[in-house]
Nanobody, 115 residues
Framework: QVSLVESGGDSVQPGGSLRLSCAISRGITGVRAMNWYRQAPGKERELVAAIAPNGITNYADFVKGRFTISRDKTLTRVYLQMNNLSAEDTAVYSC?????????WGQGTQVTVSS
């Protein structure tokens, strides 16, 4: 059984920064991708950023230049550095790992951007 636990969510003012962390309970053989998703109230969940085991990254257009995804070499930690946050970034951010047997999700962490 693999579990993901996110942390780092908080309330910040516009223009602020946060760093989200995702802790994976154990190493997973055959990881295909490690991702951050978000879901705002009344909206569908959307992919924010993805990182492959080889380090190649991909970002949604709405976060390019502001957010950075990274992971540790053991593939048991995934991070999301978020800069220049705006109210539109308010959402529950969830960690996701794509494995050979399916997706694993964390419970999410709340990010609120408000003045």
């Amino acid at each position: 059984q693999v579990s993901l636990v996110e942390s780092g969510g908080d309330s910040v003012q516009p223009g602020g920064s946060l760093r989200l962390s995702c802790a994976i309970s154990r190493g997973i053989t055959g990881v295909r991708a490690m991702n951050w998703y978000r879901q705002a109230p009344g909206k569908e969940r959307e992919l924010v950023a993805a990182i492959a085991p080889n380090g190649i990254t991909n970002y949604a257009d709405f976060v390019k230049g502001r957010f950075t995804i990274s992971r540790d070499k053991t593939l048991t930690r995934v991070y999301l550095q978020m800069n220049n946050l705006s109210a539109e970034d308010t959402a529950v951010y969830s960690c996701n790992v794509k494995t050979p047997w399916g997706d694993v999700w964390g419970q999410g962490t709340q990010v609120t951007v408000s003045s």
